[in-house]
């Protein structure tokens, strides 16, 4: 592998990372702050997917699709977490579990039930449909480089706000102690919802750009989730930094590992996360 | 026969007078045909698509097979093969089914086979491609109305040495049936004389394509073969022409990349060469009036998973005819459907002594939306089934 | 702390245990030519049972939700698969032993490897571990990858020459099924009962005091695992024995939820709440495929319902109907356990 080669590579797994981060990002803030385990997570991205897929089929602009389609997955988040979640939080993580996994069933099949079987697509988006030339004989869709800039953007927004606003110190808290920010006064019932809400947001979203690099077909929240779940216990629960991290590392490991040992590709996730939790059985930045 | 553990003579004699009575009965009595398919899941679409050709044929004969009304018992096989031998039994020895019709998928095929060889139940394949099904594990209640992985991408080999590639990078999913789809390239390919550069095994069912196609780039092969199907097969090719290799390395491939994908390819497929039992534009009277009424019927264009439940149809609808319906004599059956021969949509169609259709295959090329029939890159191929003593 | 069951809870299993042992008896009477049938299907849930039986030990009596279970199913039908001669049957007496030796062995190692990690860790690590082994065996060449592998013969229970039990036929392996239940049922209630099991649950209830008291957690918990892994590879060998089919399917997080399923539907912490689970789950499933195409959805639902109103399952039922379950008070102690202790109607905060 030559260097122009090698920075490409680095350039794939860079993009698949970030993008895995969008989806993780989520999973790790409802997971370190109410303590809910959400194995639908992987249904929600698939639902951003078909809901962009639906609606830009509707309105002909994939961006109005988007703006329409994120307040419904957030609906959508507030009516599951109302429902559904609400007995679970001092529960055992194995009902989380079981509800979610229950939870995949019916989505899974919602989506069959609306949409059918059929694969689908999602035409690039103007004006980003072009592809910039890379090296002689490859090209770049300069809609993966739109893609990276959002999740890095968005990686900002999520980092400033915990860090530096009040509701990024209650987030930081809660994640710590529960208890005593409810203690302190603060409607930890409300914050549950807020950030179940943005959790499932983010997933969408990431489920809502990705739509035109990936095809719309059933099933395809189930892949999606199992690495998401390898990102948040590398990176460690409850923390952005550890997701974003986790996710770079996930996504340079598989993008490599295809290239260099392609016998074990299929396993390269799940060698590091188990050497990870050999040595910080909490993750990395836990 | 099973042992009875108490097998008094009451219920002996209850058994055989209810059995004749059956058989004084058995022409009113409907076809019950056992559909083993996915109906959820990622393979949905191919599991809808041969059930309504399989309907969409008996349909057109008067909804009757051989004078007896047809009864249909569907079952989702979630493409599962861990739960193939339960469910391939449910529809044998709970449902009681006369024929079994299925799998999409080539492991629930291997379950099946296994509950096929003890119950002897009669097996018609409409989809899964494993070579040792009318192979290895060939039996003569089992039949298959599909195609064969190797079937289909052997003639693609001689098609690639022919339009001037020398060296070839190869890449499908580590899994059984890409595995067999590549051999069968190879295998044509390299006897011609050309030269496999590298091969390329994606983990199944990933659709992160992104570090293979700069792979691709880097090795500079002539051309690439490849086998994807479904959502895999989208983005496949999408990714490979947003990443430009399309204008310098075309891209071939066995025609599961493309079929039933038309729609979500979009622009992308233009130009793509795949080989396949099938296109929907092909030139034949049977084509023609299938893909009227498939349209007419379900609002869509066929794709070969549909004709493939078509054939199953006409196979057994042709069968039953020449039967009168008679479904009793287990060994005439076997003998009349294995002489079935069908002026399929997809051409001029018989099976052979290993049951496995005998067909031809098309070298096809996506112009303006469409599977254009280039030519026809094997005449009345028949899989040389060498392993099957039956 | 011992688990005092109402009288009527061991009637009704052993009635239960009756009607399915005397099924050859009646099963005619009742299900006429589908009778042949139906005796798979009970063996079939008989495997089933013995299999979430063995994750109840994990999940109900210790407490580690483990998401990774069916590494150990598929296990033991590989190991099978892999080990029975081309053309002729296996001899029982070595092949039971040899599963027994695999699956200890290979829990021993991942054991080792997940135990350090507690709650959600365990759950992440036990589904990497089965992911890890569904990979290894889809890709590889030797295991047959994803097409799966055959058992040509069921494996042979002799004596020299002479046949002691013919597995071949479905009655006689029936009743092996139940047998090797009733003897895990046995075996579990004994080790439950036992000063070991009473330290799991003491484990379950608060590892650090157990930890404070001088017992070594990590390594109760690490038999434990073993002890369900193996069961549970058991399971998976007779599973593989009943169709001679073993797939990598197997092997899968689906597999692993499934039971986890038959856990809440039937009841944790009881061990033979597992066994009610499985039955239903397998009843549900019969019933839900032949209604409608769109089967997951109810499926979904079922299980939805199940957290949300009936966190016990049908043991929760037996031990403890709702009409008693009114008239005591609802504990604010301990946090949320499944387990059936000596106060059976401890219910979460939000009931």
Known sequence: MDLAFFGVQLLNGLQYGLLLFLIASGLTLIFGIMGIINLAHGAMYMIGAYLVYDLTMRFGNFWLAILVAIPIAIALGLVIERLFLDTLYKRDHLYQVLLTFGLILVLNEAQRIIWGGDVHRVPVPAPFDASIQLTDNLQYSVYRLFVMGVCLVLAGVIYGVIRHTRLGIIIRAGAVNRDMVEGLGINVRTLFTLIFSVGVALTAFAGMIAAPLTSIAPGMGDSILITCFVVVVIGGIGSIKGAFWGAIIIGMATTFGAVLIPSLASMVIYLIMAAVLLVKPRGLFA | ?390 | MLHRYPKRVAYLMLVLTALVATFPLWGEAVFGNQANFMLEKLTLMLILALFAMSLDLLVGIVGLVSLGHALFFGLGAYTLALASPDFRPASMWWMLPLVIGVSACVGLIVGLLVIRTKGIFFIMTTLAFGQMLYYFISTSQFAGGTDGVFIMFRPSLAVGDTLLVDLDDPYSFFYFCLVTLLAGYLFLRWLTRSYFGQVLDGIHDNEHRMQALGYATSGYKLIAFVIAGVMASIAGMLAAMQYGFANPAQLGWHTSGEVLMMLILGGMGTIFGPILGAFAYEILLFVYEHATRHWPILMGLTIIVAVLVLPRGVAGLMIAPPRARKRRTTANDAPEKATVSAQPVTQSKVD
């Open chain 2, 1 to 390: 026969m099973k042992n009875f553990k108490k097998t008094t003579l009451v219920a002996a004699l209850g058994t055989t007078l209810t059995l004749s009575a059956m058989g004084l009965s058995a022409n009113e009595d409907p076809v019950k045909l056992g559909l083993m398919l996915p109906y959820s899941g990622t393979y949905t679409a191919l599991g809808e698509a041969i059930t309504n050709g399989l309907k969409l044929a008996i349909e057109q004969e008067g909804g009757q097979l051989g004078g007896r009304d047809v009864e249909y018992v569907e079952l989702d096989s979630e493409a599962n093969p861990s739960k193939a031998p339960q469910n391939m039994s449910r529809l044998v020895n709970g449902d009681n089914v006369d024929f079994v019709i299925g799998p999409v998928h080539s492991g629930v095929a291997m379950g099946m086979l296994r509950v096929a060889k003890q119950t002897g139940a009669i097996t018609i394949i409409p989809n899964a491609g494993l070579g040792a099904a009318t192979n290895e594990l060939c039996m003569p209640n089992v039949f298959r109305t599909s195609f064969s992985m190797w079937q289909v991408s052997y003639p693609m080999g001689k098609v690639a040495y022919e339009q001037g590639h020398r060296n070839i990078v190869t890449i499908t999913w580590d899994y059984a049936g890409g595995k067999e789809d590549l051999a069968g390239f190879e295998e044509a390919f390299t006897a011609e004389g050309g030269d496999i550069v590298q091969q390329i095994l994606v983990p199944f069912p990933s659709t992160e394509f992104q570090s293979y196609l700069t792979q691709i780039a880097s090795l500079q092969p002539d051309a690439v073969y490849t086998f994807f199907a479904g959502g895999g097969g989208v983005s496949f090719v999408r990714d490979y022409v947003a990443a430009g290799l399309n204008e310098r390395i075309p891209l071939l491939g066995s025609g599961f990349l493309t079929d039933g994908n038309l729609a979500a390819l979009g622009d992308a497929g233009e130009g793509v060469m795949t080989t396949l039992h099938y296109a929907e534009t092909l030139e034949n009277d049977a084509n023609r009036s299938f893909v009227a009424a498939y349209e007419d019927a379900y609002g869509e264009a066929p794709d070969t998973y549909a004709v493939q439940g078509y054939d199953t149809g006409m196979m057994l609808a042709q069968a039953l005819n020449v039967l009168g319906g008679d479904t009793s004599d287990r060994d005439r059956l076997i003998d009349v459907l294995a002489n079935v021969q069908l002026a399929s949509p997809r051409g001029p169609m018989s099976f052979s002594d290993s049951h496995h259709p005998i067909q031809n295959v098309y070298l096809r090329e996506i112009r303006d939306g469409k599977h254009e029939v280039v030519s026809i890159a094997a005449e009345n191929l028949e899989v040389p089934d060498d392993a099957c003593q039956m």
